[in-house]
């Protein structure tokens, strides 16, 4: 737990682009170079949303405003567009071209974020309005890099949008108010191996008000513990990459500009991502590809008698895998499944449970061995 609390209580909240995420990267990197790794800090622009940034307006409607999220995607607005219901934003519904020239209407819940964005990007779509399938706002992040913005909003003001499609056309415009800023990657290597890597991974950012002790210091404390228990092994036949990606709160930025710094036979070298991510509450689940879930269940059955849940996606959710996912890689994400206090003040060691955090430890190190035989 000594980094889990130095994280939250000593450091705190750690928004992506702050001087508290860059001290944030320098401390973990002189972890992992007093492990005996090779340790790069790679430093990438980001653009992070001002508060109360994003704008949604309704052409001809005055008398109410819209509560918008910051902006999903910062950095790729304003669109004006007419508003067309795109049903649940699985994409099936609907053929390549059907959304062109429209902004998208869709409700949260069937399918993550990013798939109902790349959904909506490939249709031809201009942008993307997703309103919260629970009472309250909506500011899940998605991807920066991507070339349409995405507005999120409340039940409330998503039902009303749909209401007002039932009577007529509607008319949106999506604006936009981002910063520029620089965020860092902490990319440490055991060297040589052979050709194939494992990439371990886990981000360091939180959201503003949060210290993020569950989200996600516990996912950090898991990588720093497996980076020092691994350092070391020189006989390993494959090359161990242990990257702490920053930004991820506002877009993923630091999977984005890893992803699309590697080439094309750098990416078909990833034979397995783990990716931790709030790990200290609840039970341990991971998601991913079903393979790769299949080998961490049994190992994690044989070598530590352990119960592992396993699902393909979990609805709603996103992450640093999902990049590497897109780009062809076997993924897995190690999660625990109560994240009632993640992007709240709340989220404290108060509420993190060590066993959980040992056990994945204990887990990841079964499906390493297992990856390489």
Partial sequence: MTHVRWLSETLGPRPAGSQQEEEAARHIAGLLADAGLQVDIVEFPILTPRANGATLTVEGVKDRSFSTAALLNPGAGPVTGPLVDAGSGTGGELSDGSLEGVVALVPKGEVSLITAALNANRRGALGLVVYND????LADPLPGLLPIPVVGLSKSDGEHLSR???GGAVTVTLGDSSQASVSRNVVASTGGGGDAVIVLGA???????????????????????????????????????FIAFGAEEVGLFGSI??????????????????????????????????????????????????????????????????????AGAPVALFFADD?????????????????HLGETVLVA????????P
Avoid: C, K, W
């Avoid at 949060?210 to 350092?231: K, V, Y």
């Avoid at 990716?275 to 393979?291: E, I, K």
């Fill in 365 to 372: 190190l079964a499906v390493i061995a297992s990856l390489t």
């Fill in 257 to 326: 500009h890893y992803v699309n710094a590697l080439s094309e036979r750098e990416r078909g070298r990833v034979i397995a991502m783990l990716n931790f991510d709030s790990t200290g509450s609840g039970n341990l689940q991971v998601a991913g590809d079903p393979l790769l879930l299949r080998r961490i269940a049994a190992a994690a059955a044989e070598e530590q008698g352990l119960s592992v849940s396993t699902a393909r996606e979990i609805p709603g959710t996103t992450g640093d895998h999902v990049i590497f996912e897109n």
């Fill in 164 to 166: 007002l499609l039932a």
């Fill in 134 to 137: 629970a009472q309250g706002p």
């Fill in 203 to 241: 981000h360091y950012d939180t959201t503003p008000e949060s210290p993020g002790a569950n989200d996600n210091a516990t996912g950090m404390a898991i990588l720093l513990t497996l980076a020092r228990e691994l350092a070391q092994r020189d006989d390993l036949p494959v090359e161990l990459r």
């Fill in 339 to 355: 994240l009632s206090r993640i992007h709240t003040p709340n989220d404290m060691t108060a509420f993190i449970q060590p066993r």
